[in-house]
């Protein structure tokens, strides 16, 4: 069973249009997070929700619209798609427990504009 | 705010030997937390290791062992007897202790790529 899984995994798409990745964790956590790596693999936080409310919005273009349904989905919705969102868009998921904070990540998604 | 640097961008060891990866970080915060993050070529984020800063033992897991300077804010990775396994690039982060809508989130360098050779 996979614990954060991300849909699509591989997303190819051209300028201008829009697009959705979406994820599920099966952890029963109750924060998720977007993270996006660029292409010289550098790792930034996008946004966290915690119980299906947004908790941290980084200084990301407003054609970035995160959408959680409940505390297990966490959505990604691009419009406008532009060549310099070409990324892999990571999931993660995390829970308070004994110890601390771990944060799991899903696969990755990883998205072309051509 | 916080910062996270690592300041080898690219590392190569031979197989079986010992190699010690650095990471520094800076905050203004007292409770957190630090980990090093794998990441192979297949993109996968896999946790290596995790230090709570209020524990003065450094953590270890198997091959894998820090060095935890908690007043120089240091976090270095040691690799020991390391394998082709462990070619990949490796994170250092930095995570503030919060709970619920606290807000906090992992905050990572820039990455140091590994290269185990035979």
């Known amino acids: 069973d996979t614990a954060v899984s991300q849909t699509p995994k591989y997303l190819v798409t051209q300028m201008g249009n829009d697009k959705s990745i979406k994820c599920e964790q099966n952890?029963?956590?109750?924060?998720m997070y977007w993270y996006k790596q660029d292409s010289k693999k550098f790792l930034k936080i996008m946004f966290s929700?915690?119980?299906?409310?947004?908790?941290i919005n980084e200084t990301v273009p407003n054609r970035f619209s995160p959408k959680s349904p409940d505390k297990a989905h966490l959505n990604l919705h691009i419009n406008s798609l532009e060549l310099g969102d070409s990324a892999v868009y990571f999931c993660?998921?995390?829970?308070?427990?004994?110890?601390?904070?771990?944060?799991?990540f899903g696969e990755g998604s990883w998205l072309t504009v051509v | 705010a916080q910062t996270v640097t690592q300041s080898q961008p690219e590392m190569s060891v031979q197989e079986a030997e010992t190699v010690t990866l650095s990471c520094t970080y800076d905050?203004?915060?007292?409770?957190?937390?630090l980990f090093w993050y794998k990441q192979p070529p297949s993109r996968q984020m896999i946790l290596v290791i995790r230090?709570?800063?209020?524990?003065?033992q450094n953590a270890t897991e198997n091959r894998f062992s820090v060095n935890f300077q908690k007043a120089a804010k240091s976090f270095s990775l040691k690799i020991s007897d390391s394998q082709l396994g462990d070619t990949a690039m490796y994170f250092c982060?930095?995570?503030?202790?919060?709970?619920?809508?606290?807000?906090?989130?992992?905050?990572f360098g820039k990455g140091t790529t590994l290269s185990v050779s035979s």
């Open positions: 230090q709570e800063a209020y524990k003065q």
């Open positions: 993660a998921s995390s829970a308070r427990h004994l110890g601390g904070n771990t944060i799991y």
């Open positions: 929700y915690n119980n299906k409310e947004l908790i």
């Open positions: 905050t203004s915060e007292s409770n957190y937390y």
């Open positions: 982060a930095f995570m503030k202790q919060g709970w619920g809508k606290a807000g906090t989130a992992l905050i």
């Open positions: 952890l029963g956590h109750d924060t």
